[in-house]
């Protein structure tokens, strides 16, 4: 699944109509608004959205479609990209400086002062963070195969859309 995978799709439905249509075929934030769930989850703005498929356990790199609808004058263009969500990415990227500062600084303090036999520990902590990080995303992209997939014909069939790129 390639990161940011464009979409780009044309219906003749409006903004207002594609907004209701989408609501009414996804659970909010992931909460359960039927007895029966729906296999998508997301969050609806004024003119955006964000979806993703339901899962019963915990991928925080899940793929998403993160999206936007714009009137055109005969309907309506949904734009969107695929990746992880927002908040996860900027988690991880702050997490993963932090991680490295203390790796550098754990190092930098051992090679200045710590005994001689000591100065293997701080390798670890370089060596192991980035690698363990990316490692996490490609087993939860290789948990998620396929999503991207999902979500671009679940869109496609709920807005009665056409494809004007297709990948």
Same mark, same amino acid.
């Given at each position: 699944?390639?990161?940011? +995978?464009?979409?780009?799709?044309?219906?003749?439905?409006?903004?207002?109509?594609?907004?209701?249509?989408?609501?009414?075929?996804?659970?909010?934030?992931?909460?359960?608004?039927?007895?029966?769930?729906?296999?998508?989850?997301?969050?609806? /703005?004024?003119?955006?959205?964000?979806?993703? /498929?339901?899962?019963?356990?915990?991928?925080?790199?899940?793929?998403?479609?993160?999206?936007?609808?714009?009137?055109?004058? /005969?309907?309506?263009?949904?734009?969107?990209?695929?990746?992880?969500?927002?908040?996860?990415?900027?988690?991880?990227?702050?997490?993963?400086?932090?991680?490295?500062?203390?790796?550098?600084?754990?190092?930098?303090?051992?090679?200045? +002062?710590?005994?001689?036999?000591?100065?293997?520990?701080?390798?670890?902590?370089?060596?192991?963070?980035?690698?363990?990080?990316?490692?996490?995303?490609?087993?939860?992209?290789?948990?998620?195969?396929? @999503?991207?997939?999902?979500?671009? @014909?679940?869109?496609?069939?709920?807005?009665?859309?056409?494809?004007?790129?297709?990948?």
């Amino acid at each position: 699944m390639p990161q940011h +995978a464009a979409v780009l799709l044309r219906t003749p439905l409006s903004p207002a109509e594609c907004m209701a249509r989408l609501k009414g075929a996804i659970e909010y934030n992931g909460w359960r608004t039927s007895f029966e769930p729906k296999p998508v989850a997301g969050d609806i /703005k004024r003119d955006s959205f964000v979806i993703w /498929k339901r899962i019963c356990y915990r991928n925080s790199f899940q793929p998403t479609l993160i999206g936007s609808f714009v009137p055109d004058g /005969k309907g309506t263009i949904v734009y969107g990209e695929f990746g992880i969500h927002p908040t996860v990415r900027t988690m991880w990227i702050v997490l993963l400086f932090v991680a490295g500062c203390f790796g550098l600084l754990s190092f930098a303090g051992m090679v200045l +002062a710590g005994p001689p036999s000591m100065k293997w520990l701080a390798v670890p902590s370089i060596l192991f963070i980035f690698p363990f990080g990316l490692g996490m995303r490609h087993l939860s992209k290789l948990l998620s195969w396929g @999503e991207d997939v999902f979500l671009r @014909e679940f869109i496609t069939h709920v807005l009665q859309t056409e494809e004007t790129n297709p990948r």
